[in-house]
């Protein structure tokens, strides 16, 4: 399901390259932060539908799990990365910070940003991810959760309206490079996404994944 889940994800990519051909050439260079807006509404499309279509329960657990996996991801591990990096560099104003160092610093924000659900933490991720070591893009990851969240807000507000939010959605990835995210959704959707209830909208569809999990494997030994 890996494997599909990465071929729904870069097709997603390339529809967003596809709603932008009118577009002018010069304005056809988005932003990180709206770089996966297609991409993770692609995602979700194959994976509601893999979950739907399941044959069994054991096949839907296992693709629950790699959902709930995901929105784990996002919402934790890149979490603690960006509390990582952000006690780094203050850290960094005051001279070299030494290995052992990092490694404290990567186990609190290991500790922290998995609301202390972990086992064991893994103090050396630091020195093993590379994308800390981009060093023209600081913060790299944090534009990930960002694009998650505000594309899983956009395919809710795609369930709520059905076939006819096509076009909303069409316009909205063509106009990716010229607007702000802000922008893009009070235009596109009628939505502020300076308030929480949009955000919400699309955290509601992870907690039913996760809700929907652990119902189906309460009762395994």
């Not at 996996?69 to 960006?82: D, E, G």
């Not at 290991?110 to 023209?136: C, M, N, R, V």
């Not at 990835?173 to 949009?198: N, P, S, V």
């Amino acid at each position: 399901m890996s494997n599909v889940a990465t071929l729904a994800h870069e097709l997603g990519h390339a529809f967003h390259s596809y709603a932008m051909h009118p577009v002018h050439g010069l304005n056809r260079s988005y932003a990180m932060n709206v770089a996966e807006t297609a991409s993770t509404f692609a995602e979700m499309i194959v994976a509601d539908a893999a979950v739907k279509n399941a044959q069994s329960k054991e096949e839907k657990i296992a693709l629950l799990e790699d959902k709930v996996q995901r929105s784990v991801a996002f919402f934790m591990n890149i979490h603690s990365r960006f509390l990582f990096e952000t006690r780094f560099y203050e850290e960094r104003k005051n001279g070299v910070v030494p290995a052992a160092r990092l490694n404290e610093l990567m186990e609190q924000a290991q500790t922290e940003g998995f609301a202390g659900g972990l086992k064991s933490t893994h103090p050396h991720f630091w020195a093993s991810k590379l994308h800390f070591y981009i060093t023209d893009v600081p913060f790299y990851n944090f534009p990930y959760t960002f694009g998650y969240l505000f594309s899983l807000s956009i395919y809710a507000k795609a369930l709520e309206e059905g076939a006819d939010f096509e076009g909303k959605y069409m316009a909205l990835l063509r106009d990716t490079a010229i607007m702000t995210a802000e922008d893009l959704a009070l235009k596109h959707l009628g939505e502020d996404i300076t308030k929480e209830a949009f955000w919400e909208k699309g955290i509601v569809l992870c907690v039913k994944d996760a809700e929907e999990f652990n119902a189906l494997t309460s009762s395994i030994e």
